[in-house]
């Protein structure tokens, strides 16, 4: 016979009526203001294809976990070193790279990324970061498991355009297993409809307060703020309309992990 354990009892109430249940941020509560340090310091991550995709996917759920204290990183498949001094700032890796990183510190969040190759879903041009192999399983494990030992993790949800989102997705959805099931994991969503297809939120964050913060993250994303922010713009006023707030983010839970530690 199963104990009921606090665990158990979490998991039967997640889904949307478990949304409830989630602690949201204090009305009011203002886009810059530093909360008191937490009872317990959390390490969240967020695991991209692309060194834009933690922070453009959940940048404003990110944000409020930074400012609550907690420690945040944006873990990604691609992006590499920062580009040294003598980089050609015209050059659009440069250009990228750089403005994911600016990105990142306007949110609070610690950008660490990988140096797989991406790859042009467009065009069927594969790179090395869209690999699932056992090796790849394997090292991904030990990075996330062991290095970064998350207490809560995000990623992309799984069905997406872009082979590499769908990598991250998948690599990170393993780790998770092998970790027997026991961080809060939560699938994220980008580009809807372009990259992101046939996605069902179950959660959503008030990002109200950090609203204005999270759009000038998204201008230091020069490559990109044009022709995407319309779309994550407007992504982000129908989720915070879904919610009954200005604008939200939306996250898929996974049933089968925990809802502790809760979202911001
Ligand atoms: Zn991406």
């Known amino acids: 016979m199963n104990k009921l354990s606090r665990r158990s009892l979490l998991r039967r109430s997640s889904g ?4 409830a249940a989630v602690s949201l941020p204090a009305p009011g509560a203002g886009a810059q203001e530093k909360r008191p340090a937490p009872d317990k310091k959390l390490k969240v991550v967020a695991v ?3 060194s834009d995709d933690p922070q453009t996917c959940a940048g404003g ?3 409020l976990y930074a400012d609550q204290g907690h420690e945040v990183i944006a873990l990604t498949l691609t992006g590499g070193p920062l580009p040294g001094p003598d980089a050609n700032p015209e050059e659009r890796s440069v250009k990228i790279r ?6 990142a510190d306007i949110l609070g969040v610690r950008l660490d990324c990988l140096d797989y190759s991406g790859g042009n879903m467009g065009e069927f041009r594969y790179g090395t970061a869209c690999e699932i192999s056992g090796q790849r399983h394997n ?8 290095k970064y030992k998350p207490d809560i993790v995000f990623t992309h949800w799984p069905i997406d355009f872009h082979m590499d989102h769908r990598a991250a997705s998948l690599l ?3 780790a998770w297993l092998r970790s027997g099931k026991k961080f809060p994991l ?9 990259q992101t297809q046939n996605f069902l939120p179950t959660h959503f964050v008030d990002i109200s307060s950090v609203e204005q913060r999270t759009h000038d993250a998204w201008k230091a994303l020069t490559v990109w703020y044009d022709s995407v922010w319309p779309l994550h713009d407007l992504m982000r006023r129908n989720r ?8 939200a983010e939306a996250f898929n839970h996974h049933p089968q992990s925990p809802l502790t530690p809760g979202l911001p």
């Open 98 to 103: 750089l403005g994911s990183q600016r990105c």
């Open 48 to 50: 991209g294809g692309h």
């Open 61 to 63: 759920t990110l944000a």
């Open 16 to 19: 949307l009526a478990g949304a």
């Open 186 to 194: 939560y699938y994220m969503e980008a580009e809807l409809g372009v």
């Open 240 to 247: 915070g309309a879904e919610r009954g707030s200005k604008v």
């Open 172 to 174: 990170t959805y393993v």
């Open 139 to 146: 090292e991904f494990n030990e990075l996330l498991l062991d």
